[in-house]
């Protein structure tokens, strides 16, 4: 545990500057910048006349999760369900139609509200949730956050078209958070449409569908003119079905944050997808740095809503800040605690943007994965021609081991761009590129979050780092 001169004066309402000359008087050289451990700050603030109290994350956090839910407790929930694919490909139209499934939406009445996500009642006690921010980078946005609030992946590739660049980008990012696809061959209405190519060319990125002798749904539909949509909600149900998807609705809810932003009127307005539990009106929670008081609920429908369980999505107005998507809430017992939650994560976010070691270099990489069981280097490559890549990827598949091996979460061709370095700040893996370069905005983002980028133009260098990179994740032998 460390703090830096800066931040420990901040706490004692000091300037910086005057803490510094505590210090060298003391016979420590420091700047404002530096970090003392917790023991030096410890004496320097009871020098200063300060009582001590250390608060470790551990404290702070303790009990803020709750205790584990019993198997007895636990009820079906409604799947959780992200559409992706291509640009054009009908993803948005795809979302809509299934909207105008659900069967209250005429009865109740209300007018369709963007919050972010929605949920279609299909009767018989059938339900499934969309997050209605379509594609893959909002998708890794939140899953780099920690939350991974999607159970299923649905797949749209347009029936005319087949495999595209961003196809193949879904794929890897459905593969990398490990979450199952369904694939909706969309647009079997165009004359063109070629739904059994769209199988075979699937077979070339590992997804074997049904009729292909694989286990991977795949449900033709028309988006347009509204074919089979009942056939991928069967689809998805029976997907949950596999994934017992269950959650304990009686406990103080917990969950992640959708979408957030500020209105003007309103204030700090969030949608949160309630992962266990049930979210009353006037619930008291912190939410990532933020914290609040549930003042109103709403849902997809722009109906007021008291209660919201598990996998239900609404948006709450009573935060005192605007969290980011992916933030975890937790409902707690007392403002105190909410705000002692969100204050000591304010300090935290601080102070490790100071310190900016949150990086995800090769080294780093190492040194985190030294305690797994089978090591694993994420990786993501970006090359100029499929064939370099191809020759990478084989290269790399050769200096595999039982015990370490390098896990390719994404290969493309073309610069490195804001997704590829997205998708790989989720999984803490570096981007390679191969006589290729990172855009500015790629650059910017990796800058922000720690993310290497190293840029190669001889395999051979290439494949020798990664070598060394898993020599050092090797166990040392006793
Ligand atoms: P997105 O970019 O993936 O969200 O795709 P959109 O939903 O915006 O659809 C792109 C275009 O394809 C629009 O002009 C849609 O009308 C059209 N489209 C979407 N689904 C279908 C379909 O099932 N059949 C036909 N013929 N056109 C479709």
Redesign the pocket.
């Known amino acids: 545990e460390t703090i830096t001169v800066q931040e420990l004066a901040a706490r004692m309402s000091m300037r910086a500057v005057d803490l510094v000359k505590e210090l060298m008087k003391e016979g420590q050289m420091v700047t404002a910048n530096a970090t003392l451990d917790a023991d030096t700050a410890q004496l320097v603030a009871e020098d200063l006349g300060h009582s001590v109290k250390r608060v470790s994350e551990a404290d702070v956090e303790e009990g803020l999760e709750g205790a584990a839910d019993k198997p007895e407790d636990m009820k079906p929930r409604p799947p959780v369900v992200t ?1 992706m ?13 299934m909207r105008q499934t659900d069967i209250v939406a005429g009865e109740a009445g209300g007018i369709t509200q963007h919050i972010g996500a929605y949920q279609v009642d299909l009767g018989d006690n059938r339900k499934i949730t969309f997050l209605d921010t ?2 893959h980078a909002a998708f890794t946005q939140m899953r780099s956050r920690g939350a991974q609030v999607t159970d299923i992946i649905i797949l ?1 590739v ?1 029936a ?1 078209d087949s495999i595209m660049p961003q196809t193949e980008e879904a794929i890897s990012h459905a593969k990398a958070a490990g979450v199952p696809i369904i694939v909706a061959i ?5 004359p063109d449409a070629d739904p059994n190519k769209v199988r075979t060319d699937l077979l070339q990125h590992e997804i074997q569908v049904e009729s292909m002798g694989g286990d991977v749904q795949d449900v033709e ?5 509204k ?1 089979n949509l009942d056939a991928l909600q069967d689809a998805i149900l029976l997907q949950a079905e596999l994934l017992e998807l269950k959650a304990n609705p009686d406990r103080p809810a917990e969950g992640a944050v959708v979408e957030a932003r500020l209105d003007k009127g309103r204030g700090a307005v969030a949608t949160f997808l309630v992962e266990r539990g049930t979210l009353h009106r006037g619930d008291i929670l912190v939410v990532g740095s933020e914290w609040g008081k549930v003042r109103a609920m709403h849902d997809d429908k722009g109906q007021q809503v008291k209660e919201a369980g598990p996998a239900y999505p609404v948006e709450v107005l009573g935060l005192d800040g605007v969290p980011e998507p992916g933030d975890k809430f937790n409902v707690v017992e007392s403002e105190a605690r909410a705000r002692e939650v969100a204050e000591f994560r304010k300090r935290q976010r601080r102070d490790k943007a100071a310190a900016q070691t949150s990086g995800t270099s090769l080294e780093q990489m190492m040194a985190q994965l030294q305690d797994a069981e089978i090591k694993e280097l994420p990786i993501v490559i970006k090359g100029d021609v499929q064939g370099s890549i191809e020759a990478i990827v084989g290269s790399l598949e050769k200096i595999n081991t039982d015990e370490v091996r390098v896990k390719i979460l994404h290969t493309g061709v073309g610069g490195i761009s804001e997704s590829d370095v997205i998708l790989a700040e989720a999984s803490s893996a570096p981007v390679i590129g191969f006589n290729v370069r990172a855009n500015k905005q790629a650059r910017d983002e990796a800058e922000r979050n720690g993310v290497e980028i190293r840029y190669y133009s001889v395999i051979y260098n290439l494949i020798d780092d990664i070598k060394a990179a898993l020599s050092g994740m090797l166990e040392p032998e006793l």
């Open positions: 559409i694919g291509h640009v054009d490909h009908g993803k948005t139209s795809l979302l809509d139609a379509p594609g749209v347009a005319d969309n647009k079997v209405d165009k539909v028309s988006a347009l003119k074919m």
